[in-house]
């Protein structure tokens, strides 16, 4: 199939793809990876009458390490954040979790916030970003706003970016001493979208008292969630089996998950529950390997 006719822009630099956005508005849409748009657009399920192509943008592609985390530009290739050792060291969670997103070949053209920018509901790096309390920054003619995780997937492949507002940077916060990180997920077929999944982070004390607990879920809800039930009955309790049994069985109570050909709500409940229980095991593992516990 071949998408319907739109016209088409190459900008060379952020201001001038701003400049384009604020124009054109409804009309356009921003084309990063086009792993997405792009199939959108030949079954006709998207009709830009306009295309942003910003990938000769290139001071959009980025990974810094700054003190509070890690800045990543919007442009910035999945499999950019798949090969940066500095991802790898200081973000174990984003860099377990990207060897998920689709194949190579994908990943070596979607971008990061492209994936951020689609919101898709099975996506891994919204839950991502959500897990560590991250955030974004989004420029438009009005300047630029800091929109947190859990303000920007509102629903499925719905954000809170305004349509002149362009992704332009997403935020990974580091974690503290003593946090162990997992993900986990299950798909039909490798490199499938997941049928579920689970982000999980758990700080713990010197006491083994845990002191910060993240379940952030995908595929189990119209957006990725974070199960407050579930990291209620971590936080403030020593760390154990029967203090992970708790949540998991939290986890999967607190679901509203949508049934499709692929599984129904009862399943995808399911499959969230023992997910959680297994990614909460690990990261429990790895946060008493670092504290030496
Ligand atoms: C076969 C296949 C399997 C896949 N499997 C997975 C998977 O398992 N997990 C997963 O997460 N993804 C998967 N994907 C999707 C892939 O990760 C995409 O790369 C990603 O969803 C979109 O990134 P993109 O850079 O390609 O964005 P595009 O397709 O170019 O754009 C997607 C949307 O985001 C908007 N957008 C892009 N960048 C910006 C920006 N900077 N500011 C504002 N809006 C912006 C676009 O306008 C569009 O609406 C798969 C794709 C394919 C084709």
């Known amino acids: 199939m071949k998408p319907a006719a739109f016209a088409y822009y190459e900008p060379t630099t952020k201001a001038e793809a701003l400049e384009l956005l604020g124009e054109l508005r409804w009309g356009a849409k921003v084309l990063a990876g086009g792993q997405s748009l792009v199939p959108m657009m030949n079954m006709r399920l998207a009709k830009p009458e306009a295309i942003i192509d910003i990938n000769r943008v290139k001071e959009l592609a980025y990974i810094k390490e700054a003190e509070a985390g890690l800045m990543i530009g919007a442009l910035t290739r999945q499999r950019a954040i798949e090969r940066s050792?500095?991802?790898?060291?200081?973000?174990?969670?984003?860099a377990e979790a990207i060897l998920f997103v689709g194949h190579p070949p994908i990943r070596s053209r979607g971008s990061v916030g492209g994936s951020l920018a689609h919101a898709d509901p099975a996506a891994e790096l919204p839950a991502v970003l959500l897990a560590l309390d991250g955030w974004v920054h989004a420029t438009g003619p009005s300047g630029t706003r800091r929109i947190p995780a859990a303000e920007l997937f509102v629903g499925p492949l719905l954000t809170s970016l305004q349509p002149d507002e362009l992704l332009t940077e997403a935020w990974f916060p580091f974690l503290p001493p003593g946090t162990g990180t997992a993900f986990l997920e299950v798909t039909r077929r490798h490199g499938d979208f997941a049928l579920v999944g689970v982000a999980a982070c758990l700080t713990i004390d010197q006491q083994g008292i845990?002191?910060?607990?993240?379940?952030?879920?995908?595929?189990?809800?119209?957006?990725?969630?974070?199960?407050?039930?579930?990291?209620?009955?971590?936080?403030?309790?020593?760390?154990?089996?029967?203090?992970?049994?708790?949540?998991?069985?939290?986890?999967?109570a607190s679901l509203e998950p949508v049934g499709d050909i692929h599984g129904s709500p009862e399943y995808r409940k399911q499959v969230a529950g023992v997910l959680t229980r297994r990614a909460l095991g690990i990261a429990w593992g790895r946060a008493r390997r670092r504290s030496q516990l």
């Open 210 to 252: 845990c002191t910060r607990a993240a379940v952030a879920l995908l595929g189990a809800g119209e957006t990725q969630v974070r199960s407050a039930q579930a990291e209620a009955c971590l936080v403030g309790y020593q760390m154990d089996g029967q203090a992970i049994e708790a949540a998991a069985a939290a986890a999967m």
């Open 85 to 94: 050792r500095v991802v790898k060291k200081r973000s174990p969670l984003l």
